[in-house]
């Protein structure tokens, strides 16, 4: 079955350490996106990207980088100048207006 | 600005009892989606609505669309407890393929 899938489920993070959130789609989409969601709250763009080898900042980008070296791979990397990246982190895909956006069962990252 | 505005943003209700949740938008895109999140989950799509007086139903849930008033409601009837959950509406930004989110309204049924 198409579709999205993040990992790890859990991570830990020490500070001063980056980590590196996996996504991967076999939906054949173009356009892929990260978001970050605190408890009780909704969804923030970290970034997109809608080709390979090319994305854009969203409204929260500081503190994260990602890359889009295959289409069906979009890695989040959380830095250590994320003062705050405890969150739950979801990956979405867009492959058609009539369907929306497909989202990944999300990352929970927690720094300890 | 682009803003999609929902509204209750919290709802607590009775098994049994209808009601609206709200969805306002100011992007000039007709396309209109609605997503269900439970708790520590990621998002599922319920809803897409595409023109102008779209109406979609699935179960206890029927959602609809009118753009001239740039407004989506989604209607709950007879809510039942597995329906609690957070509801999210979310418009596109024209042709970015970008979605721009309402805050959410987080939903509880009561027995």
């Known amino acids: 079955d198409g579709g999205i899938t993040q990992s790890p489920k859990y991570l830990f993070r020490k500070e001063g350490q980056n980590v590196t959130l996996s996504c991967e789609q076999n939906?054949?989409?173009?356009?892929m996106y990260w978001y970050r969601q605190d408890p009780g709250q909704g969804l923030r763009l970290i970034y997109y990207?809608?080709?390979?080898?090319?994305?854009q900042k969203g409204d929260i980008a500081e503190g994260y980088s990602v890359s889009r070296e295959k289409k069906e791979s979009f890695p989040l990397t959380v830095t250590s100048a994320q003062k705050n990246p405890t969150a739950f982190y979801l990956c979405?895909?867009?492959?058609?207006?009539?369907?929306?956006?497909?989202f990944g069962s999300g990352t929970r990252l927690t720094v300890v | 600005e682009l803003k999609v505005e929902q509204n209750p943003l919290f709802l607590s209700m009775q098994e049994g009892k209808n009601y609206t949740i709200y969805c306002n938008y100011s992007?000039?895109?007709?396309?209109l989606y609605w997503y269900r999140q439970d708790p520590g989950k990621s998002l599922e799509s319920l809803f897409v609505?595409?023109?102008n007086g779209a109406v979609k139903q699935e179960g206890r849930l029927m959602a609809s669309l009118d753009t001239k008033a740039r407004l989506s409601t989604l209607h709950i009837t007879a809510a039942v407890h597995d329906l609690s959950a957070t509801y999210f509406c979310?418009?596109?930004?024209?042709?970015?393929?970008?979605?721009?989110w309402g805050a959410g309204t987080k939903l509880i049924i009561k027995p």
């Open positions: 979310a418009s596109s930004r024209d042709s970015n393929y970008q979605l721009i």
């Open positions: 939906l054949n989409h173009d356009a």
């Open positions: 990207s809608q080709i390979v080898n090319d994305f």
């Open positions: 979405a895909s867009w492959g058609q207006a009539n369907y929306g956006y497909t």
């Open positions: 992007t000039t895109s007709d396309r």
């Open positions: 609505l595409l023109s």
